[in-house]
């Protein structure tokens, strides 16, 4: 919201001026230019898969700034190199993500959005056993990460680690007991692992209970084109307007 004041008459200069300097006190320190590079190199990873790769610049520019600025930390230099190690995992280019992750880990080491971001990138192009230890270390560090455990217990039932798997989707259920993925990963491995029959059945009614609808596009498209709420909120930028009762 926005608020204007003006005064008219006698002293008006002087009201207005100490009205500035208020407010002038009262502002917040403007942030590092290195800062909002940063958090908009971040908005864009999370663009079309097409436009990803404008995020580039910004998070380059963001790590130019850190390395000309003195004082900086290593957890300010991590994120920026985090950031452009995810930016080449989505973009499927695995050895300059690894990289990219590597110069963060030596900032930071041992710190599981590093490790995570690394097991992301090796699950992107389906290199599992590597995308399943670096989930692993991730989850080490960071126990309570419900979709972490998603992530590693996919990962280790893609490479063929079923008892590994089974475990880590039911840490993840203890979680979130409706994560569709840690059910899925519960269901099959028990099937694999010659579990009993109603011990198996029972995960598979779990798995289809909460698993996503399979027309789940279908639907969202339907309602693109039919309800004008929907396609409102399809737009990244649109408007609400607020109408007084």
């Known amino acids: 919201m926005g608020e204007t004041t003006a005064w008219i008459g006698d002293g008006w200069?002087?009201?207005?001026?100490?009205?500035?300097?208020?407010?002038a006190a009262d502002a917040p320190a403007p942030r590092p230019t290195w800062r909002r590079r940063y958090e908009l190199g971040m908005a864009l990873l999370h663009g079309l898969q097409e436009d990803l790769e404008e995020a580039r610049a910004p998070l380059v520019a963001a790590l130019d700034d850190l390395e000309r600025e003195p004082g900086i930390g290593?957890?300010?230099?991590?994120?920026?190199?985090?950031?452009?190690?995810?930016?080449?995992?989505?973009?499927?280019?695995?050895?300059?993500?690894?990289?990219w992750l590597d110069r963060a880990d030596r900032e930071m080491p041992g710190h599981p959005a590093v490790a995570f971001a690394r097991g992301q990138a090796?699950?992107?192009?389906?290199?599992?056993?590597?995308?399943?230890?670096?989930?692993?270390?991730a989850m080490a560090k960071a126990p309570s990460n419900a979709p972490g455990w998603s992530q590693l217990a996919i990962a280790l039932g893609?490479?063929?680690?079923?008892?590994?798997?089974?475990t880590a989707a039911q840490r993840g259920l203890a979680l979130a007991p409706r994560d569709a993925d840690c059910l899925?990963?519960?269901?099959?491995?028990?099937?694999?692992?010659?579990?009993?029959a109603s011990e198996t059945d029972a995960a598979l009614r779990a798995y289809d209970e909460y698993r996503p609808p399979d027309r789940a596009a279908d639907l969202r498209i339907a309602c693109v084109g039919s309800v004008p709420l929907c396609a409102r909120e399809r737009d990244p930028v649109h408007i609400h307007e607020l109408v007084q009762p």
């Open 158 to 166: 893609s490479a063929g680690r079923e008892a590994e798997a089974l």
């Open 122 to 137: 090796f699950a992107r192009v389906w290199r599992w056993p590597e995308a399943a230890d670096a989930f692993a270390a």
């Open 184 to 196: 899925r990963v519960q269901a099959l491995a028990l099937r694999s692992l010659g579990a009993d």
């Open 13 to 23: 200069r002087e009201r207005t001026e100490a009205a500035a300097r208020d407010r």
């Open 74 to 99: 290593a957890r300010e230099r991590a994120m920026v190199l985090l950031a452009l190690g995810q930016l080449e995992g989505l973009q499927g280019r695995t050895e300059a993500a690894v990289g």
